[in-house]
């Protein structure tokens, strides 16, 4: 990775209650780039994206210890809204707004930012459909509820409407989970464009989908971090044996 990360973790600790959850991740995250994070199912990877914009803190008991810094920035010494505002995040189920149009879920969040004008709502609702790869799909149809679009229609509306805030940072938590190969591979490429404007990190316990989307890797496990580096490296030369024994299928 060259020149300064985008975002860094120091010392990230979390818990639920008295249950810790990570143990000192201290993890570079560069921009314009893919970074997946990996390991089995409950060793910290949705944990870990969820503490980037202090998403975590909002769990009643939950709390964080450590530093999480955006471009030098200690994000614990930021209005929380605007964190929000420049690291935004899509979740494993499609989840648009109920009961709004397509237009208006994207639309959403340019309101909150004090967006009001009818032309530059148009604009950019138009322009995070365009990035979101679904504007072809939905021009002619953008009073119809959000709900109505198909599973994987309704994932890429749920990265336009993080993508319509011009965040600085996209976070995917397992984003492909929930679809079919077709819509799969529609966000995998998507995903492949966004790493020219955004510092992307995606949260996948499919490792193939890993190797195909990201440039670099992050692999979790009991809520440490292993290894971390070029994806090419850490499934094909791993320096630990567990990194090996994890990419290779032989755990257990």
């Not at 609702?125 to 709900?147: M, N, R, S, Y």
């Not at 077709?182 to 464009?193: D, F, M, S």
């Amino acid at each position: 990775m060259n020149g300064e990360p985008k975002i860094r973790t120091v010392d990230l600790n979390a818990w639920y209650g008295r249950k810790q959850a990570l143990y000192d991740i201290s993890l570079d995250v560069p921009d314009h780039a893919v970074t997946a994070v990996i390991g089995p199912s409950g060793c910290g990877k949705s944990t870990f994206l969820r503490c980037l914009n202090r998403l975590h803190e909002e769990i009643p008991r939950a709390r964080v210890s450590g530093t999480i810094l955006l471009d030098g920035e200690d994000l614990a010494k930021k209005d929380v809204v605007s964190v929000r505002f420049r690291v935004g995040m899509v979740f494993q189920k499609p989840s648009p707004f109920p009961n709004m149009s397509i237009f208006e879920n994207v639309a959403a969040g340019l309101r909150l930012l004090g967006v009001h004008r009818h032309d530059e709502l148009d604009n950019g609702v138009v322009d995070a459909l365009q990035h979101a790869g679904l504007w072809e799909e939905v021009e002619e149809i953008l009073d119809a509820p959000g709900t109505s679009l198909s599973g994987g229609q309704q994932q890429r509306l749920c990265i336009a409407r993080a993508l319509a805030v011009r965040p600085e940072v996209l976070l995917l938590d397992e984003p492909c989970s929930a679809l079919d190969p077709i819509a799969t591979a529609k966000i995998e490429n998507l995903i492949a464009k966004l790493r020219s404007d955004y510092a992307v990190i995606v949260v996948t316990h499919n490792l193939a989908q890993a190797t195909r989307v990201s440039d670099f890797t992050a692999f979790l496990y009991l809520g440490k971090l292993v290894e971390s580096g070029p994806t090419d490296q850490v499934f094909h030369r791993p320096v630990e044996k567990l990194t090996e024994n994890y990419v290779n299928g032989r755990f257990g």
